[in-house]
Nanobody, 127 residues
Framework: VQLVESGGGLVQPGESLRLSCAAS????????MAWYRQAPGKERELVAA???????????YYIDSVKGRFAISRDNVKNLLYLQMNTLKPEDMAMYYC??????????????????WGQGTQVTVSS
């Protein structure tokens, strides 16, 4: 699966952005998709994930710091993954990546089983 992220940009605190991830190639066996982010000097962290196959299909996961502000969704017809980000904060500033996982949902989320990264899209939150 090839992944291409878009939708990043420069926004002020409190504003919103919607990131998109276009997936192409064989999605056979993909059980989950996710958004990660990496800020300068920090490790890449899982932000949100959604189960796209298997018994957990439709299940979503968010890290605590984005709960209530971010929403992950998938358009199966257009083969797009979205991350709606509301009430953005300076600490949300990072390069955002989408990724896929072909393992069980629990392994994807709890054991960082995601791979097949895109090139990323930069989100800058600054006044």
């Amino acid at each position: 699966v090839q992944l291409v992220e878009s939708g990043g940009g420069l926004v002020q605190p409190g504003e919103s952005l919607r990131l998109s991830c276009a997936a192409s190639g064989s999605a056979s066996g993909v059980n989950a998709m996710a958004w990660y982010r990496q800020a300068p000097g920090k490790e890449r962290e899982l932000v949100a994930a959604i189960a796209t196959g298997g018994v957990a299909k439709g299940t979503v996961y968010y890290i605590d710091s984005v709960k209530g502000r971010f929403a992950i969704s998938r358009d199966n017809v257009k083969n797009l993954l979205y991350l709606q980000m509301n009430t953005l904060k300076p600490e949300d500033m990072a390069m955002y990546y989408c990724a896929t996982c072909r393992l069980m949902w629990s392994v994807c989320v709890l054991k960082n089983g995601f791979g097949s990264w895109g090139q990323g899209t930069q989100v800058t939150v600054s006044s």
